[in-house]
């Protein structure tokens, strides 16, 4: 967790740094084109993968044979994945009225042959549990990719430095992983080595492949009936928000499927860590979620400038979701490990058709406002749905998960309200009530934390490696 929370801190920070810099040089036509294209090209991954990454790492001992005949079919379905792109890259750019897109997107596309050719060797390094090696590829990866994105934009070329750096982001890693990992594929393609596989991943890959496109169906929405900038304002306040929002999650996502698949027989070890993980990530996520949420005039307008003060009121909305988004993959990734996929396949279903009907008819009955709430809707369906799934699957009840997040919850909610009051009272210019807000908030939240000591806070303290614990060191010093 570490090397992983590493990696996602340092592509946190080089993310952040080029968002301030590319806000600056690019418009938010440029970032609404990359936004419209963006669910073709989760959608078409999905197919690639099809749910056998997951697969191979459920599986406790795969075989060359297993990893051979997957690696192949990912190339074959990146080929077909690509080609359907191509053909359909004019329609689709007359779709949302942009010329541009077609080509756009046809380069872009290229990317699907450099997923595919990676997937096998970076889920190898996952199932061994070796992120030291991810961490640092993924670093890297990104300084290279950032700079020549700075430069290009510099240069005038647009959104076309968007797609460079989506294409070396790809690339740099597939090379690296190629020749650090001594595997290579065999000349064998198994049917019944596809078979098993199938049986688990075909789900995973259904499943996958629906919540992407009730997750990102809002930008398809918002592309077509308003316009790219308006879609570029959303596409900054999104990738802010999952800045945000899947900062520490992706971290514990990452390792825990593998632990998770590890102790998937044992119900009360799984039950007991998915408490931990949940309490932990809601103690430091929620309130994160508010303040940017209180904070979110200023911090866009002293980041990206006052061009995109726009994108404010899709960001704080977004950061309510988010609340719920951050929790979901803990539970999700239990029912996986488990191998409950036909029954995750399922109830995806609902959960994605109660999301996408909220999102289509919060636009067509209020506009943008009710596409917003019904966002809302989406993430928090899709939480209470999951926990009901670990509830009745695992073990760890329903009613206790929410009530193990109650104190949490009532605490964010009450700091939010004083500071949004303070805040209100004080009338203040933008950038000292961003302060003050905040200032509030960690008050409030941080002295709930140190007078009493809650469950929450214990467990978070524990991911804490012992030598940075500071007040531990200082009353070991007293005690002497």
């Not at 990866?141 to 934009?153: F, G, K, N």
């Not at 396949?345 to 009907?357: D, E, M, Q, Y």
Request: charge should be positive; charged fraction near 10%.
């Amino acid at each position: 967790m570490v090397w992983t929370a590493l990696q996602k801190y340092s592509f946190m920070f080089i993310h952040f740094i080029s968002g301030i810099i590319l806000a600056r040089l690019l418009t938010p036509f440029d970032y609404g084109c990359i936004g419209m294209l963006f669910i073709f090209m989760v959608l078409a991954e999905a197919f690639i993968d099809g749910g056998f990454g997951s697969a191979l790492i459920q599986k406790k001992r795969p075989t060359q044979e297993d990893y051979s005949t997957i690696f192949f079919w990912n190339l074959g379905m990146a080929a077909l994945m690509y080609t359907i792109l191509f053909i359909c890259a004019p329609a689709i750019s007359r779709f949302y009225k942009i010329p541009l897109l077609c080509n756009v997107l046809r380069v872009q596309g290229l990317v699907l042959f450099i997923y595919a050719f990676n997937i096998v060797q970076k889920n190898q390094l996952r199932k061994k549990l070796n992120f030291k090696i991810l961490s640092i590829v993924s670093i890297s990866t990104s300084i290279i990719a950032l700079t020549v994105t700075i430069v290009m934009a510099h240069k005038g070329f647009g959104v076309w430095a968007l797609v460079a750096q989506y294409l070396i982001t790809a690339a740099i890693p597939a090379i690296v992983f190629w020749f650090y990992i001594k595997w290579r594929p065999s000349w064998t393609f198994s049917w019944k080595s596809f078979k098993e596989l199938f049986s688990f991943g075909f789900y995973m890959f259904l499943t996958h492949l629906i919540n992407e496109f009730g997750q990102k169906i809002q930008g398809l929405l918002i592309g077509r009936f308003y316009n790219a900038s308006i879609m570029g304002y959303y596409a900054k306040a999104e990738g802010t928000e999952k800045l945000a929002s899947t900062s520490i999650s992706s971290i514990m996502t990452q390792v825990t499927f593998p632990l998770y698949a590890e102790v998937q027989d044992n119900k009360v070890a799984l039950s007991n860590m998915i408490k931990r993980l949940t309490m932990t990530l809601a103690y430091v996520t929620f309130p994160l979620m508010f303040i940017l949420l209180l904070c979110a005039k200023p911090i866009f307008v002293l980041l990206y400038s006052d061009r995109w003060v726009q994108s404010v009121p899709y960001f704080q909305v977004l950061c309510f979701a988010g609340l719920a988004g951050c929790l979901q993959a803990v539970n999700l990734q239990a029912i996986s490990a488990i191998g409950k996929s036909k029954t995750m396949f399922v109830w995806t279903l609902l959960k994605r058709a109660v999301g996408i009907g909220a999102v289509v008819l919060g636009l067509v009955f209020f506009g943008m406002k009710g596409l917003l709430a019904g966002v809302i809707i989406n993430y928090w369906f899709s939480y209470f749905v999951n926990i009901s799934l670990v509830s009745k699957h695992v073990g760890y009840k329903f009613w206790r998960q929410i009530g193990d997040l109650l104190p949490v919850a009532i605490v964010s909610f009450i700091a939010a309200a004083a500071s949004y009051g303070v805040g209100h009272l004080l009338h203040l210019s933008m950038y000292p009530d961003g302060l003050v807000k905040a200032g509030v908030y960690a008050i409030i939240y941080l002295g709930w934390s140190f007078i009493f000591k809650p469950e929450a806070y214990t467990y978070f303290l524990t991911i804490i490696p012992a030598k940075f614990r500071v007040w531990e060191r200082n009353k070991k010093k007293t005690q002497k």
